[in-house]
């Protein structure tokens, strides 16, 4: 199955906010609430940020926001912090054998 | 706690057979699907497989279908990825991870890194 398509990078200076978009189909993203982010640090296992479309896990701080519009979600971090850098990963359930692709990923440069 | 904890990094020739493996432990592994995802250097993510250790139930994606076998045992609540003959491009680092009630994979594994080289 095809990834769902994001942006290869994205940055944003210290305290300012930024949206990575996460595009897919009306089998994945458009047809289902199960979109997930995950933030990748290097050399770390990702980390789930975002589950069902805008829920973050215990832990994870109100900075991170999920949306959806059609067959498009976005992860909005606001209050950039030096930390924040990292890859960031949507994914969907979809139709497909296996239940859930991923998105091909984007680099978050904090200036 | 739940944890995933995964075993070592392997270094293998082409043509090698390997099995890495997934302990799972802090929550009941048979009510949560499991499964594998390769990252290659400097590349995205992409799922393998998973599998629901309850009944065996496994399923593929079509990339990898036929490439790896998946499998788990719960009596020891640790599931399995295996080649029966590894490829260079096998190279790669493969994580393990929980997959929760809403399709969000909620729990990793640390990774294993695997490098297939002459």
């Known amino acids: 199955q095809s990834a769902l398509t994001q942006p290869a990078s994205v940055s944003g200076s210290p305290g300012q906010s930024i949206t990575i978009s996460c595009t897919g189909t009306s089998s994945d993203v458009g047809g289902y609430n199960y979109v997930s982010w995950y933030q990748q640090h290097p050399g770390k296992a990702p980390k789930l940020m975002i589950y069902?479309?805008?829920n973050r896990p215990s832990g994870v701080p109100d900075r991170f926001s999920g949306s959806k519009s059609g067959n498009t979600a976005s992860l909005t971090i606001s209050g950039l912090q030096a930390e924040d850098e990292a890859d960031y990963y949507c994914s969907s359930y979809t139709t497909s054998s296996i239940h859930v692709v991923f998105g091909g990923g984007t680099k978050l440069t904090v200036l | 706690e739940v944890q995933l904890v995964q075993s070592g990094a392997e270094v293998k020739k082409p043509g090698e057979s390997l099995k890495i493996s997934c302990k799972g432990s802090?929550?009941?592994?048979?009510?949560?699907?499991i499964g594998w995802v390769r990252q290659m250097p400097g590349k995205g993510l992409e799922w393998m497989a998973i599998?629901?250790?309850?009944?065996?139930?496994?399923r593929y994606s079509p990339s990898f279908q036929g490439q790896v076998t998946i499998s788990a045992d719960k009596s020891i609540s640790t599931a399995y990825l295996q080649w029966s003959s590894l490829k260079a491009s096998d190279s790669a680092m493969y994580y393990c991870?929980?997959?929760?009630?809403?399709?969000?994979?909620?729990?990793w594994g640390q990774g294993t890194l695997v490098t297939v080289s002459t």
């Open positions: 802090g929550y009941s592994f048979t009510s949560y699907w």
């Open positions: 599998i629901y250790p309850g009944d065996s139930d496994t």
């Open positions: 991870a929980r997959r929760g009630f809403s399709y969000a994979s909620d729990y």
């Open positions: 069902e479309v805008s």
